[in-house]
């Protein structure tokens, strides 16, 4: 099995650096990634979408909003655009499953 790192790495250089910013949950860079997708192939869509699930996992999205948990809402928002940009340049119906099986982790 390929490593996430072996995979990121196989991005160009800039969608890397922002990729790795929101792995170390930074939203300006996750904002950056996502204006930034527009551009990319669907092989580098492919490579980035466990970058857009990861902020959806259920433990990481407060139940409440507070101050401190704005990180965390403004990532998932952001997880949400990207998921639904790159809808149009890959194929969808594979998305869909992905979408749903995270979907349902979160509301079973």
Not at 70 to 94: C, F, H, K, M, P
Request: hydrophobic share 45%.
């Amino acid at each position: 099995m390929i490593s996430a790192e072996t995979l990121l790495s196989q991005l160009p250089q800039d969608v890397l650096t922002l990729a790795q910013g929101v792995l170390d949950r930074s939203v300006a860079d996750f904002q950056q990634l996502c204006d930034r997708i527009a551009y990319c192939s669907e092989s580098e869509l492919w490579i980035l979408q466990p970058v857009f699930y990861m902020h959806l996992d259920p433990d990481r999205i407060p139940v409440k909003s507070t101050p401190a948990a704005t990180t965390d809402i403004e990532l998932a928002r952001w997880s949400l655009t990207g998921i639904v940009t790159t809808l149009g340049n890959i194929d969808v119906y594979a998305e869909k499953r992905c979408f749903l099986s995270a979907w349902n982790c979160i509301a079973p």
